[in-house]
């Protein structure tokens, strides 16, 4: 995905053990299960993630649901601003295949074709625990990811 | 003259309380509306457009609430599809109606004539027909700009396709 | 004096701005004072309307619900009139109870996301987690039970009535929720209304004149708070809403401070609605019994409702087909982030922009459409 050594990765994405920084790129599905996420309830900060404002200081891009001609331009623009390494989390079944805009003239159809996606998490909208749990899955592949730099 | 007065004579068709529908022709339609407003069709519920394409029209519906009245007023108009164009309504109301055209120039391509400001609002860099209109065909574009016949996943959108 | 030429500059808010949604105005800026504020919408553009021209109006049940994502209810609501006019039905009593009740769940989880929005914008945390939490409640409690899902009901409310009937425990639920609820205003009332911090931030902000409200075509609690009493479900009664009793709030100041408590007396009045529709509805059928396959009434229909953020309405055109031939659908914050806004804006100060911005009650999605 993306092209680093290992091991550098490794080490950078070390961090992303203990806190996640999310730059979120507001869209409609990531919006409205992402605001029990982000507050009471379900209160991410309690596993060390926040929201930043600045795609600079962001670790995980997450984008929510279907994008359309004009925003995937500017996703593309996030995604190029924010430091390596960095992992991106497509919300919603409309990132995957276009889901109920499969024949709309607007949107895109798959995140993939425009920028790597490390996890899809699908669901219309996904579930705030589904989240938790895909950013459990970003944990474990830091995880392994460090193990098997170990090991060599 | 009252309201009812004013779209006598183009016999309005009373579909059920509160909403009246009533055809008018294209030249006689902004002197209408100014009447109207003045007499009360403050607000500009919407304005639509509908392409009657066997006809070779498109339809413009101007939907007009009265908050005195508590009526919705629907004034219908043809004009012709090959030579779209009609007096923009952006003096009589304002804000409300500009946007509400720019909207429709961008997705039906039609031409108001006096509105300021047409700008496109919602698709960036496009260069296709309008793509509201009925000969857009809109499944035929998407299926060749997004799905891969060669693609083993997406290629079920090119064998079974849905009319 | 001042050099005309170079005083001015460009400052883009939004897209990608925590406080702003999905959408952009470019504010031409002087200093601290706003020129002039132009919209760029279209973020979120699918085309909605042509969408439904492909499918039945079963299928448009489903799609209609994600015209906006903050209040999905209303928007089946509206589509399910639409039809329901083409087609003469008359849908059963129970049924109308029913839709009268989510709909106004809808306005209340609505409003509370906007009173989140609200404190976020004047830089208040604890409100934003206060209107969340309380949400949440509806979510879990009223629309999962209800219609299977806490966001999307997709399509419950349908043309001919509803999906499946209340469960059996909704009377116990829909009052504790109720109860929350009040709890939420009781809590809003102390810390947000009578805040004096929140006071200062919004009182006097971006006030709305009577005339310009009418003139640049905002409805629901933005012309309310303006000083115009109208009210889609009093004016233009759909439903049984003529058979209810309520108050239309309404403020004279037109300023943010006055769109927001317009906002939080709108809860109190839906809370009331749906007491009353919990009392009264009947027993018996929940829908009529609809053919996937039937074939549209020719005719045309215009359908409005008093949805969250003002007048949401759908045109609809059928020709006799399974399919409707047209479908325009007109959303409330089309007007109010465009018109109304770029008007707003105007002669601000940049620290303004974002309460002006959240106090008009915004849905991006439901102005791309
Ligand atoms: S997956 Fe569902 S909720 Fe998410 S963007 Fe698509 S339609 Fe919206």
Known sequence: MVDMDKKVMARKMGRLIRSIWIFNWFNSCGVTELLPVVASIYDMERFGLIVVDNPKHADVLIVGGYQTEKSIKRVIRIYNQMPEPKAVMALGSCTITGGMYWDSYNTIKRLSDYIPVTIYVPGCPPRPEAVFQAVGMIFEHVNQLKKEVKGK | MSWEEIIKDYNPTIQRERRIWVNIPKDKVYDILQNLKNEGFEHLSSLSVTDWIDEGKFEITYHLWSYKFKVLLTVKTKIDREEAKIKSIYPIYDRSAWIHEREMHELFGIEFIGNPDLSPLFLEDWNEKPPFRKDFDWREYVRSKYYNKENEREKAYWEVWLK | ?369
């Open chain 3, 1 to 369: 004096m001042k050099d005309k030429e170079i005083g001015f500059y460009e400052l883009p808010f939004g897209p990608a701005h925590s406080g702003s949604g999905n959408f952009m105005v470019k504010l031409k800026v002087d200093g601290e004072r706003v020129v002039e504020a132009r919209a760029d919408p279209g973020y979120l553009h699918r085309g909605f309307e042509k969408l439904m021209e492909y499918r039945t109006p079963l299928q448009n049940a489903v799609v209609a619900d994600r015209v906006c994502i903050l209040e999905p209810l209303s928007w089946d609501l509206v589509h399910a009139e639409a039809v329901d006019e083409i087609m003469g039905w008359d849908i059963p009593e129970r049924a109308k109870y029913i839709r009268v009740i989510l709909a106004e769940f809808t306005r209340i989880q609505s409003h509370l996301i906007w009173f989140s929005g609200g404190s976020m914008a004047t830089g208040f945390q604890t409100g934003f987690m206060i209107g969340i939490g309380y949400r949440d409640y509806i979510l879990e409690h009223i629309f999962e039970p209800v219609t299977g899902a806490r966001v999307y009901p997709t399509g419950y409310i349908r043309p001919g009535g509803v999906r499946w009937d209340l469960p059996k425990d909704f009377d116990k639920k829909c009052y504790n929720v109720l109860k929350k609820i009040e709890k939420a205003v009781e809590d809003f009332d102390k810390l947000l209304f009578s805040n004096p911090v929140f006071k200062e931030r919004t009182q006097g902000v971006g006030v709305l004149s009577k005339e310009d409200a009418i003139r640049l075509g905002a409805t629901g609690p933005i012309i309310r708070a303006s000083g115009i009493e109208t009210d889609v479900r009093r004016d233009d009664p759909y439903e049984i809403y003529d058979e209810l009793e309520f108050n239309i709030p309404v403020m004279d100041e037109g300023d943010a401070y006055s769109r927001f408590f317009i906002g939080r007396m709108e809860i109190v009045e839906s809370m009331k609605i749906i007491r009353q529709a919990m009392e009264r509805m009947p027993r018996g059928e929940y829908s009529l019994k609809v053919n996937p396959f039937m074939k549209m009434k020719k005719g045309e229909s215009y359908a409005r409702i008093e949805a969250a953020r003002g007048e949401a309405a759908i045109y609809m055109v059928s020709t006799g087909d399974r399919k409707p031939y047209r479908v325009k659908i007109r959303g409330p914050s089309f007007l109010h982030l465009i018109p109304v806004l770029e008007f707003l804006l105007k002669d601000q100060q940049i620290a303004d922009v974002p309460t002006i911005y959240w106090s008009m009650n915004t849905c991006p999605a439901d102005m791309d459409r």
